[in-house]
């Protein structure tokens, strides 16, 4: 099946700063990578995502990028903010039984 | 719109013991999916629904675990007897399709959190 691993576990940095979170998966055939925000005791909700077709996409100052020969993505945070503090997973759906596997997640916090 | 409902939203049991979740997903939405979130880690598939029939549960430890949609709406999650390793957010999550070039964004219930002492 999928294998989905993400890096780093921990992300610290300075508000304004960007922050860069990475993501690699083992189906060549996953077609759709979505990037889910968890804050704490709160549900996992949808901030971006990216189809295979598409190498890149953004949406103010969020973006992800992707790789299929690398089998890789990426997730970028411009401009960070306090409130972009929160555990940040990345997923893969593949082809069979479209099953969404989710990496470990990143823990990211954004000093004031 | 109401999102996905889940309930209890905590649970605290003892050892072997049985415990039960239930999901009502969002109106309209045919997948119904129930993840296993340990603290920590990211979520783990349990099994996935398309309407009343199981797309995949080869992650189910079937020999204590099972998930019913019988009329292809809510769900149940049960896990008899429990163990000490259960303990985690057990997530149901729901889309409107689901694969291939029709992919559809999954929401997800608020969790229900066992404890199992």
């Known amino acids: 099946g999928e294998n989905v691993e993400q890096h780093p576990s921990t992300l610290s940095v300075q508000e304004g700063d960007s922050a860069v979170i990475k993501c690699t998966y083992s189906d060549s055939a996953s077609n759709y990578f979505p990037w889910y925000k968890q804050e704490l005791g709160k549900r996992p909700q949808l901030i971006i995502d990216?189809?295979?077709?598409?190498g890149e996409k953004k949406d103010q100052r969020i973006a992800v990028t992707l790789n299929k020969t690398a089998k890789h993505f990426s997730l970028h945070i411009t401009e960070t903010q306090p409130e972009d503090s929160a555990v940040y997973f990345c997923?893969?759906?593949?082809?069979?039984?479209?099953?969404?596997?989710f990496g470990g997640g990143t823990r990211l916090m954004v000093k004031p | 719109e109401a999102g996905v409902a889940q309930s209890p939203r905590y649970k605290i049991i003892e050892k072997r013991q049985s415990v039960a979740f239930w999901c009502n997903p969002i109106s309209g939405h045919a997948t119904l999916y129930w993840y296993q979130q340990i603290l920590g880690q990211g979520p783990k598939l349990l099994i996935q629904?398309?309407?009343?029939?199981?797309?995949?549960d080869s992650q189910l430890p079937k020999d204590r675990f099972s998930a019913e949609r019988l009329k292809g709406v809510d769900s149940t999650l049960k896990i008899q007897p429990a163990k000490l390793e259960d303990s985690a957010v057990y997530l149901c999550?729901?889309?409107?399709?689901?694969?291939?070039?029709?992919?559809?964004?999954?929401?997800f219930g608020e969790g229900s959190r066992l404890t199992v002492l």
């Open positions: 629904f398309q309407n009343n029939g199981v797309v995949d």
């Open positions: 999550a729901s889309s409107f399709r689901a694969g291939g070039s029709n992919t559809g964004e999954l929401f």
């Open positions: 990216i189809r295979s077709n598409v």
């Open positions: 997923a893969a759906m593949g082809s069979a039984g479209n099953m969404l596997t």
